[in-house]
């Protein structure tokens, strides 16, 4: 999974030297908010949120007194490339108290990437449609379980739909969606294989 997949694209772009009622007016007509500002040459010069505008009104009274968005917006902003695995957008995210990503190429915005993408990525990598479910292992000891979820699952005509490890303190944990129409009889047999099982639960 890259930035690309999940990020917003086309941009609205702005420049910076527009009123704050225009950048309203634009954000309310596209029902975004947050404007990406760029120069001349297309170049990421800024973003404005909306939360810049309602901070600009309590600073001055009102964000009419305000010249341009150029004054208020944030000319710091943390970007990623496009190719970038989606969990460095979420790392960046997290180090920088961010709820959004501009994404560039070549200095230029191509798309922008916020933590409802991330949600929504993550709910796609753990859920599946129609009948499944989640099964977590704890695979500290090098349990081989995804040879034994693929052999099962194939000879009851079920779906390996994804299969992730990560480390949860010094834990090693494994987590299969598994999807298909004769899940009660592969849950039965998975618990009685004797591999360490966290949870089951049904996605559907």
């Not at 609205?12 to 225009?22: G, L, Q, Y």
């Not at 007509?29 to 909306?50: F, M, P, W, Y």
């Not at 298909?180 to 004797?194: A, H, P, R, Y």
Request: aromatic fraction near 6%; glycine fraction near 6%; include cysteine.
């Amino acid at each position: 999974m890259i930035v690309s997949m999940y990020m917003t694209s086309p941009l609205v772009t702005v420049e910076a030297n527009i009123s704050p009622r225009d950048a309203v007016s634009i954000m309310r007509k596209n029902r975004i908010r947050r404007l990406i500002a760029v120069d001349e040459g297309n170049r990421l010069s800024g973003i404005l949120c909306h939360r810049d505008l309602t901070r600009a009104a309590e600073r001055v009274g009102t964000a009419k007194q305000v010249k341009q968005i150029g004054d208020i917006m944030n000319s710091r902003v943390i970007t990623i490339g496009q190719s970038e695995p989606i969990e460095s957008a979420a790392r960046l995210m997290t180090k920088y108290h961010i709820g959004s990503l501009v994404v560039t190429q070549n200095e230029c915005p191509v798309g922008i990437i916020t933590e409802s993408d991330i949600f929504r990525a993550l709910t796609y990598l753990l859920t599946a449609n129609g009948n499944s479910v989640r099964i977590t292992f704890d695979i500290t000891k090098n349990e081989n379980i995804l040879q034994y979820l693929v052999e099962t699952a194939f000879a009851k005509g079920l779906k390996l739909n994804s299969f992730l490890t990560f480390s949860e303190n010094e834990r090693l944990l494994a987590i299969a969606t598994i999807s298909g129409d004769c899940l009660t009889s592969f849950i039965d047999d998975v618990w009685n294989s004797g591999h360490p099982i966290i949870s089951v639960i049904d996605t559907c």
